[in-house]
């Protein structure tokens, strides 16, 4: 069975302080790995996909790798507004659908 | 253009009712999903169409739950007989068909509270 885990479940971090969030995988053929951005009240907004070990992507302050067990959303410098909760998904190659981890909830402290 | 929508924002039910909640995908997407969020549960995929037609409907957890799409376009998931634990955020998302790009756009969600 596909399976999706991240950590950690919460991370508070200082304006500026950089840091990672894992997110762990094990699926029966990766077609690709999502990462999402969810706001309290409002559904997940795309952020990457990733489609191979080795990919890496970058949108402003994030930056996110893959290799063949997991995924890292990196953030560089984060600013408050940053503050939301990651989710992570894979999507198989047998399959539309996606399955998602839990989250990582993160606060960026001003 | 404008992204997916869904209707009702919030419902609020009685235990043994039914409830129907719509969807909006964005124009010209084919593929249209459900998902839920529970408190404490991560996204739950529920049922994926192409088209008008629903390849996998796996992830419904009974068969209190349906859903139907018409004209390739607006989705209805309907829950009859409503229990407390149907009470989640219902999410659907809608993509393009394409040989790499399936990322999934997502609406505002459904909050639906079954007392």
Redesign the interface.
């Known amino acids: 069975e596909d399976q999706?885990t991240q950590s950690p479940e919460a991370l508070r971090l200082q304006e500026g302080e950089s840091s990672s969030l894992n997110c762990s995988y094990t699926v029966s053929g990766l077609?690709?790995l999502?990462w999402?951005r969810q706001d309290p009240?409002?559904?997940?907004?795309?952020l990457f996909?990733l489609?191979s070990a080795g990919e890496e992507k970058e949108k402003e302050r994030l930056k996110a790798t893959l290799t063949k067990k997991e995924s890292f959303l990196h953030i560089t410098a984060p600013k408050p507004e940053d503050s939301a909760t990651y989710?992570c998904?894979v999507?198989a190659k047998a399959?539309?659908?996606?399955?998602?981890?839990?989250?990582t909830r993160l606060t960026i402290n001003p | 253009g404008a992204g997916v929508s869904q209707s009702p924002s919030n419902k609020v039910t009685e235990k043994g009712k039914d409830v129907e909640l719509r969807c909006d995908p964005i124009s010209g997407h084919t593929a249209l999903y459900w998902y839920r969020q529970s408190l404490g549960q991560g996204l739950e995929f529920l049922i994926y169409f192409q088209g008008n037609s629903a390849p996998d409907k796996s992830g419904l957890p009974s068969d209190r739950f349906s859903a139907e799409r018409t004209g390739g376009s607006v989705s209805t998931l309907t829950i009859q007989r409503t229990q407390q634990e149907d009470s989640a955020v219902y999410l659907c998302a809608s993509s393009s068909e394409g040989r790499y790009t399936f990322k999934q756009f997502f609406g505002p969600g459904t909050r639906l509270t079954v007392l």
Do not use: I, S
């Open positions: 999706v077609r690709g999502f999402y009240g409002k559904g997940p907004e795309f996909t489609y989710l998904a999507q399959a539309q659908k996606l399955v998602f981890g839990q989250g």
